[in-house]
């Protein structure tokens, strides 16, 4: 309904911890902002894999005798929206192979590019598929591995894979995490008394009061067992290019990525954007929540009075009745509500984190001025996105997203605001610590990767959990 970019997935993974199912149950929890289209959970005791994987929210998918039927002392989870694959329950990750030599479960988050080739040649080579993923490509491709060490037909498939992915496997005796060599999706290692534990975020750490460790590198894999950790190169060295766009809007604010404070990166995004954009303004207000702390950052820049102006509504749910087209403008207020007695005869200068289509900008301008706010000045803490993402994010066709074809009064114009600034990319590079490293296409259509031409085709019909 809303007019906002997708998350893509979450991972969670532990080995070597009494209740390994309930504390996967934590972690996936905590980053259930990453999907919330399906969860899964598969568990080892040493010998057996089992598993429960379902379409709905992490909280209604499993309950205690679910999670009291997944025994064992490892465990892997998953939250997805899907991005390559679409919403089926059949693509709820992990997935797993059942084999003579045992099974092995497997959670992606990332994107592959080169999906559809590497399935139309597993294909005619005589893979059978179960789903519309293309994680399921990369069990399949280390079932065809001529190794006979599982490492080294994992190594052999990794090798295949161009995209984005942050990888967890579950074998009966083994947890295993791989990163793709640009790192361009998160992976973070922690421990909790004597296990380890592998998350997309470090906010899933810190509910299970796991001291954080470090981030697994770009193209390492980590082999946890009962001798402990170990860390292993299948992959070449690459120049990174971390998604700058996670401390935009898709991590949790609590979290610590790619090294940096989330909240902190999106306040510094605020105090520049105040710089770079100042407004004529009597009141700062946020779009909650991914605006609230760049509008904080934007507050403080000004010297302009904080407060929220608009509120958040919690209970809308997964599933939503569509309004008839008559009434069908009534539906940004089941998400966001305007306090008009705050608003009212006000100059207000709204942050937001981004606009895709701009049609919810327009909405909430409409909103506002109806609420009596006197002028709305909106500003965007991060550069206009006019480029589509091949590698994990589900985000509309370049036709689609507003600012590809408009400038920024064009685009104000359209959203109703009496005036529109966007931070800079240099200004965006610059709150992220001012190094490179960063794949910021979605703003500039530099990719990292050469990206085929199937994969618009994958992208607009989405994403799987690895894709996902």
Not at 17 to 35: C, D, K, M, W
Not at 184 to 193: A, D, F, H, K, Q
Request: proline share 6%.
């Amino acid at each position: 309904m809303l007019d906002q970019l997708r998350e893509h997935c979450g991972v969670f993974g532990v080995f070597g911890a009494p209740e390994a199912a309930n504390l996967t149950y934590l972690g996936i929890h905590a980053l259930q902002h990453r999907g919330q289209e399906s969860a899964g959970i598969v568990a080892s005791d040493g010998t057996l894999l089992r598993d429960h994987c379902a379409a709905g929210l992490v909280a209604d998918v499993f309950d205690k005798p679910i999670l009291a039927s997944l025994k064992g002392e490892s465990a892997i989870g998953h939250v997805r929206y899907s991005t390559a694959g679409g919403s089926h329950p059949r693509n709820a990750q992990p997935l797993i192979a059942r084999g003579a030599e045992g099974s092995l479960a497997i959670a992606h988050n990332g994107n592959l590019v080169n999906a559809a080739q590497l399935r139309a040649r597993l294909e005619k080579a005589g893979s059978l598929f179960q789903t519309d993923t293309d994680t399921e490509s990369i069990l399949h491709l280390i079932a065809r591995s001529p190794n006979s060490d599982l490492l080294e037909r994992i190594g052999d498939a990794v090798r295949q894979l161009q995209g984005s992915f942050s990888l967890l496997m579950l074998t009966e005796k083994m947890l295993i995490g791989v990163r793709d060599p640009l790192g361009l999706r998160p992976l973070v290692l922690g421990r909790v008394n004597e296990s380890y534990a592998l998350a997309s975020e470090t906010c899933a750490l810190d509910l299970i009061e796991a001291e954080y460790l470090r981030e697994i590198e770009p193209g390492e894999m980590v082999v946890i067992d009962q001798h402990g950790l170990r860390s292993l190169r299948p992959l070449g060295p690459a120049r990174p290019a971390r998604c700058i766009f996670e401390l935009v809007y898709f991590a949790r604010p609590d979290s610590l990525l790619f090294g940096r404070s989330v909240y902190q990166v999106r306040k510094e995004s605020g105090r520049r954007l105040a710089k770079e954009h100042p407004a004529p303004a009597d009141l700062v207000i946020p779009v909650p929540d991914s605006g609230s702390p760049a509008a904080v950052g934007y507050a403080e820049a000004s010297g302009l009075p904080f407060d929220f102006g608009l509120i958040r509504g919690h209970y809308m749910g997964r599933t939503f009745i569509e309004p008839q087209h008559s009434i069908r403008h009534l539906g940004v207020k089941l998400k966001l509500s305007a306090v008009a007695p705050l608003l009212r005869g006000k100059r207000v200068a709204v942050v937001d984190d981004s606009i895709v289509r701009g049609t919810t900008s327009r909405k909430l301008v409409t909103m506002l001025r109806a609420a009596g706010a006197r002028e709305v000045h909106l500003r965007i803490s991060s550069p206009p996105t006019t480029w589509p993402c091949y590698l994990g994010i589900d985000t509309p066709t370049r036709e689609e997203l507003i600012a590809s074809a408009h400038g920024v009064e064009e685009i104000a114009r359209f959203v109703t605001a009496d005036s529109l600034g966007y931070l800079s990319l240099d200004g965006l590079r610059q709150a992220a610590g001012g190094e490179s490293g960063w794949c910021d296409a979605c703003f500039s259509g530099r990719y990292p990767i050469e990206i085929p031409p199937s994969s618009e085709s994958l992208r607009t019909g989405r994403e799987d959990g690895s894709e996902s």
